[in-house]
T-cell receptor
Framework: GQNIDQPTEMTATEGAIVQINCTYQ??????LFWYQQHAGEAPTFLSY????GLEEKGRFSSFLSRSKGYSYLLLKELQMKDSASYLC????????????FGGGTRVLVKP | NAGVMQNPRHLVRRRGQEARLRCSPM?????VYWYRQLPEEGLKFMVY????????ESGMPKERFSAEFPKEGPSILRIQQVVRGDSAAYFC??????????????FGPGTRLTVL
């Protein structure tokens, strides 16, 4: 089976940095996705990692260590609009690339 | 290029009625996935379909739930004899062909089902 863990909730201040960790256990790993989901809306794609290392995209960066089954999403220069849930999801090629999601991390950005 | 479309966006049903949720994938996408999100929870995989084929339905409840993706028209998720526990947001995602290793799934806006 698969197990994906991420913190339930985090609070940070506008302009600060927040790091959301995700640990996973799976076989046939074919990449890890991060999605952002605002309340009542669809998840939107943020990043994809399949090789070890850091992927940077503007204010958002994502890191992967396959040997440790670990990823993090780094949000820099936080803005109020970044208040949302952040979903970690693992893809398995043998499973038709269906995604297995963690429970999501709700990030609250305070002024 | 229009994104993934789902309708209706909101659906209210009484216990025992049927719910039909529709999903039109992005143009050129031949893979459709359905996920369910209960209140305050993460998304859970339900079923994966290609045109006229159910590839993986391991996440679908064995009874009352069915899905199809016909040659023409949208994918349909059908829930018969709904119960209160079916109240959730149902998201559809589509993806292009799997030949390349990276296959992002694009999500639709979801259908929020409320069972009274």
């Amino acid at each position: 089976g698969q197990n994906i863990d991420q913190p339930t909730e985090m609070t940070a201040t506008e302009g600060a940095i927040v790091q959301i960790n995700c640990t996973y256990q799976t076989s046939g790993f074919n990449g890890l996705f991060w999605y952002q989901q605002h309340a009542g809306e669809a998840p939107t794609f943020l990043s994809y990692n399949v090789l070890d290392g850091l992927e940077e995209k503007g204010r958002f960066s994502s890191f992967l260590s396959r040997s440790k089954g670990y990823s993090y999403l780094l949000l820099k220069e936080l803005q109020m609009k970044d208040s949302a849930s952040y979903l970690c999801a693992v893809s398995r090629k043998a499973a038709g690339n269906k995604l297995t999601f963690g429970g999501g991390t709700r990030v609250l950005v305070k002024p | 290029n229009a994104g993934v479309m789902q309708n209706p966006r909101h659906l209210v049903r009484r216990r025992g009625q049927e719910a039909r949720l529709r999903c039109s994938p992005m143009k050129g996408h031949s893979h459709v996935y359905w996920y369910r999100q209960l209140p305050e929870e993460g998304l859970k995989f339900m079923v994966y379909l290609q045109k006229e084929n159910i590839i993986d339905e391991s996440g679908m409840p064995k009874e009352r739930f069915s899905a199809e993706f016909p040659k023409e028209g949208p994918s349909i998720l059908r829930i018969q004899q709904v119960v209160r526990g079916d109240s959730a947001a149902y998201f559809c995602a589509s993806s292009p062909l799997l030949e390349r290793s990276y296959n992002e799934q694009f999500f639709g806006p979801g259908t929020r089902l409320t069972v009274l």
